[in-house]
């Protein structure tokens, strides 16, 4: 039996989809200016961002390049036990605006994947919220 998990949020910038996704895609390399937490290393595996070949870990999730849309959208699979989802950053724009948002969606099993989330959810939600004041403040330089 599983449980399904719906997470999500988002936060609108003052900046072009295509500088937000260059933040993103970025993230865990030596190049990386948004990811909030050292003590917390997010890490990908290096060379350009390859569905079914990049992988990322951060906060004890793995998870592989699923889809890559420039501008518009990264989808991560999720590799750990118990865990059957993604996790996505989404980009739409109106005018000067966009909006980035982070979904986390998949199915929980009973134990291994309810233990993993109760485990990361606090440190997650947390990443991400300053994940995004991080990108506001990297876009007012």
């Known amino acids: 039996m599983s449980i399904p998990l719906r997470h999500a949020k988002a936060r609108t910038f003052h900046g072009t989809k295509r500088r937000i996704y260059h933040l993103l895609e970025e993230m865990g390399t030596s190049n990386d200016q948004v990811w909030p937490f050292a003590s917390q290393p997010f890490m ?15 906060l004890g999730l793995h998870a592989v ?8 959208r990264l989808v991560w699979r999720i ?42 959810e606090d440190a997650h939600d947390r990443a991400i919220d ?12």
């Open 130 to 141: 300053a994940l995004f004041d991080k990108i506001e403040r990297v876009l007012k330089r």
């Open 65 to 72: 390049l699923d889809e890559v849309v420039p501008e518009e």
């Open 79 to 120: 590799k750990n036990d118990g865990v059957d989802g993604t996790h996505a950053f989404i980009l739409t724009s109106a005018g000067k605006e966009t909006t980035l948002e982070h979904r986390f969606d998949g199915e929980l099993s009973d134990l291994e994947g309810r233990l993993l989330w109760r485990r990361v």
């Open 44 to 58: 990908r595996s290096p060379g350009p961002l390859t569905p079914h070949r990049t992988e990322e870990w951060h």
